[in-house]
């Protein structure tokens, strides 16, 4: 099974921008297509953006031309990089892969 630990969150203002990592312990990251995930209050949690292994990436209507998704199977990490944040960007952003459980998740506050 694939642990993830996802870091990068904190507080900004709209406009500005962040970069999410998460980082994969134990076997086989570089076979699972892998997804961020965001859950704001009171909403359910719905896709961002996914990556497959060989590089084919989604994304949701909402995040497209702001968010781009990356991954290094070199060091067992996807990155999601957000520029021009919203308000509405606002919530707790979670890494996943069919093979891992649910993680702890990293807080993004965009203020306005």
């Known amino acids: 099974q694939v642990q993830l630990v996802e870091s990068g969150g904190g507080l900004v203002q709209a406009g500005e921008s962040l970069r999410l990592s998460c980082a994969a312990s134990?076997?086989?990251?570089?076979?699972?297509?892998m997804g961020w995930y965001r859950q704001a209050p009171g909403k359910e949690r719905e896709m961002v953006a996914t990556i497959t292994t060989g590089g084919t990436t989604n994304y949701a209507g909402s995040v497209k031309g702001r968010f781009t998704i990356s991954r290094d199977n070199a060091k067992n990490t996807v990155y999601l990089q957000m520029n021009s944040l919203k308000p509405e960007d606002t919530a707790v952003y979670y890494c996943?892969?069919?093979?891992?459980?649910w993680g702890q998740g990293t807080q993004v506050t965009v203020s306005s």
């Open positions: 996943k892969s069919p093979a891992s459980l």
């Open positions: 134990g076997s086989g990251f570089s076979l699972y297509a």
